[in-house]
């Protein structure tokens, strides 16, 4: 079983104190590159009780961290291109956590192209909506298989149109609305960008072919 969080950029630490009150895990790590949001974490942590198992130091990215083999590592609340470069940057870390688990606001594509290029597996991409906002979760496991993406599995997501086509591993409570409001989201994106990016018109024609394969449900107008 893993043995410690290790929660980068970490802000108000939310996750690992409640990774630690529900004893999930014995221990977590949380770093950020500044002092003032491990300071509101510590304080955090105090008005929470919580003294064993916590540490928070101050890290940029993956430098000076000491990766264990038995760590989950969580980087979340940033854009996709930010979370490639610290991926990229910390490469030689990358080999020691059991999981990957990564949370991009923007840009996943440029992520899923550097794990490609870092041989890290994309194990699942899981879709939560809260509070009326979808957020995208990409689960990397060490020793899973590694996928030859083209730009297609790139922008959508190899995981995500694995469980289209299946019609499966949509259960979690408002997964199917979060995967209709994400395509959505995706491709209003390309129609914006394909009068004048080939690229993107590619794309979205190769959507149109796989749409007519695998029809899906999602609200036509929120693509306008």
Not at 82 to 101: K, M, N
């Amino acid at each position: 079983p893993a043995g410690r969080l290790v929660d980068l950029g970490s802000d108000h630490a939310t996750v690992p104190i409640e990774i630690l009150k529900k004893k999930i895990l014995p221990q977590v790590l949380v770093t950020d590159i500044r002092e003032g949001p491990l300071s509101a974490a510590r304080k955090r942590a105090a008005r929470e009780n919580i003294s064993e198992g916590f540490q928070a130091v101050r890290a940029d990215g993956l430098t000076g961290i000491s990766l264990l083999r038995e760590d989950i590592l969580l980087i979340s609340g940033m854009g996709g291109e930010t979370l490639a470069g610290i991926l990229e940057r910390g490469r030689a870390e990358l080999v020691h956590p059991s999981r990957i688990i990564l949370s991009p606001q923007t840009r996943e594509e440029v992520l899923r192209a550097a794990m490609q290029a870092l041989e890290l597996p994309i194990s699942d991409e899981i879709l939560l909506l809260d509070r009326d906002e979808v957020y995208l979760i990409l689960v990397s496991d060490k020793g899973g298989p590694l996928l030859q993406m083209s730009p297609f599995d790139l922008y959508f997501g190899p995981r995500i149109l694995e469980k289209i086509k299946g019609d499966r591993g949509l259960d979690r409570p408002g997964e199917r609305e979060a995967l209709d409001r994400y395509l959505a989201k995706r491709i209003r994106r390309l129609l914006k960008q394909s009068a004048h990016d080939p690229d993107s018109n590619d794309l979205l024609l190769q959507w149109k072919r796989f749409e007519k394969r695998f029809p899906l449900p999602y609200n036509e107008e929120d693509q306008g």
